[in-house]
């Protein structure tokens, strides 16, 4: 069992930045996959961008060059750097882990997720 806990969303003017922060506690399995993912009312919750363990990086199209994914992997915590804010990017953004055992099991879980709201 793993929890997520993310937090540093809020309110901010368009042009602005936030970052966000998920930690992760629990029996993490060393192959996988952590990711950010936001969803607006009435809509799938889409990718915003994810890291590997082995350092892949993917981002959704409408955050490149704009948000930044990092993580600490001594402290079991995944960033979200967001630059550039726009009003679009106004969302409930949560935090995912899928992570496979040595029997091949895979295993995801999410984070109660955290509002950003970015006003013009």
């Known amino acids: 069992q793993v929890h997520l806990v993310e937090s540093g969303g809020g309110l901010v003017q368009a042009g602005g930045s936030l970052r966000l922060s998920c930690t992760i506690s629990g029996n993490i399995f060393s192959r996988n996959t952590i990711g950010w993912y936001r969803q607006t009312p009435g809509k799938l919750r889409d990718l915003v961008a994810d890291i590997s363990s082995d350092g892949t990086v993917n981002y959704g199209d409408s955050v490149k060059g704009r948000f930044t994914i990092s993580r600490d992997n001594a402290n079991n915590t995944v960033y979200l750097q967001m630059n550039s804010l726009k009003p679009e990017d106004t969302a409930v953004y949560y935090c995912?882990?899928?992570?496979?055992?040595?029997?091949?099991?895979?295993?995801?879980?999410w984070g109660q997720g955290t509002q950003v709201t970015v006003t013009s």
């Open positions: 995912n882990i899928d992570h496979v055992n040595d029997d091949d099991e895979w295993f995801g879980a």
